[in-house]
C-alpha cells in the first residue's frame, strides 16, 4: 500500500491499543509509525463505558497524544440515533451519559421513556432486565450501543455488551437497533469525522465480526489483531482480513512497509 495524503485509518482500542487500559506491544510505536507515514488515525470502539476524557487520558498514558475529535465510540454513535428533548432511560456508564446527554436526550426512568438506550453496565441485574424489557414492551424504542458477545481483559474473556442486550431482547421479545460498529450509525459518525479531501484507507480491529464488517460496509482492506476475542470467534468468515493476524505493529508493518 503506497503512501497518500488524506488517507485515515480507523483504529480499535480494546485489544488492539490497549487491554484494560494497559498498552499492549508495540501498539504506541505502531501508531507513530502510521502518523510518521502521513495516515491521519481515528480509534474507534465498541466500548460505550469510558468518557472521551477517560480515553483521551489511557492514550496520553500510553504515550499517545490524540484529542476528542480523533475518536470515535459506540455511545456517540447511539446517541446519533437521538433526538433533543427525547425521553431515554439509559442503561449504561459515564460514556453513554455523556454522550446522550450531548445530543440533548432528557435521561428518565423507565416508566416514562420513549427510547432505552442499552450500553456496558457494570451492575447490571434482574431488576435491569425487567425494568428495560418492561419499558420496550410498552413501546419505547430500544438501542443497542453494540452487540458484542464479549470483551477482552488481562483475566481473560469477560461478558460484553451484547451479552446485556440480548438478555434484554430475549425478555422484551423485540430486537433492538444496534449503533456500533458495523453498522449505519456508527458508518455515518466516521465518515462526518472526515476532512475534506480524506478517505479511509484501513480498519484494524480484532474482531472480523464487527472491525471486519466495518471495513466491508466501506469498502477499505482490514487488518485483524489478534487477541482472545479473535481466538474465541475465529477467522473465518465473511469479513476476510487483507493484513495480519497479528499486533497492530504487524498489520502496520505489513500494509506500509
Same mark, same amino acid.
Given at each position: ?40 488515525? @481515528? ?37 446519533? @440515533? ?24 432528557? @435521561? ?123 481466538? @474465541? ?25
Amino acid at each position: 500500500m503506497s503512501e497518500k495524503p488524506g488517507r485515515v485509518w480507523l483504529v480499535d482500542l480494546d485489544g488492539v491499543v490497549w487491554l484494560s487500559g494497559q498498552p499492549l506491544p508495540g501498539a504506541t510505536e505502531a501508531v507513530g509509525r502510521l502518523r510518521s507515514a502521513g495516515r491521519r488515525v @481515528l480509534f474507534v470502539t465498541n466500548n460505550a463505558g469510558p468518557t472521551i476524557d477517560a480515553l483521551l487520558g489511557r492514550l496520553g498514558r500510553a504515550g499517545i497524544d490524540a484529542a476528542a475529535g480523533d475518536l470515535v465510540t459506540a455511545a456517540m454513535a447511539a446517541a446519533g @440515533l437521538v433526538q433533543a428533548g427525547e425521553k431515554v432511560f439509559m442503561i449504561g456508564e459515564g460514556g453513554l451519559e455523556e454522550a446522550l446527554l450531548a445530543a440533548g436526550a432528557v @435521561l428518565c426512568g423507565p416508566e416514562e421513556a420513549s427510547t432505552v438506550v442499552v450500553g456496558w453496565d457494570s451492575n447490571f441485574d434482574f431488576r435491569t432486565i425487567a425494568s428495560a424489557s418492561s419499558a420496550i414492551r410498552l413501546g419505547a424504542r430500544f438501542v443497542a450501543t453494540n452487540e458484542d458477545p464479549t470483551h477482552p481483559s488481562p483475566f481473560g474473556i469477560l461478558p460484553g455488551t451484547g451479552s446485556l442486550v440480548a438478555a434484554i431482547a430475549t425478555a422484551a421479545h423485540a430486537e433492538p437497533v444496534v449503533a456500533g460498529k458495523p453498522h449505519e450509525a456508527l458508518v455515518t459518525l466516521v465518515q462526518a469525522r472526515l476532512d475534506p479531501g480524506e478517505a479511509i484507507e484501513a480498519v484494524v480491529g480484532d474482531r472480523p465480526s464487527t472491525d471486519g464488517s466495518l471495513a466491508k460496509a466501506l469498502s477499505v482492506p482490514f487488518g485483524l489483531v489478534v487477541s482472545d476475542a479473535t481466538k @474465541l470467534e475465529g477467522v473465518a468468515g465473511d469479513a476476510a482480513y487483507a493484513f495480519g493476524p497479528g499486533t497492530l505493529m504487524d498489520v502496520v508493518c505489513e500494509a506500509i512497509g
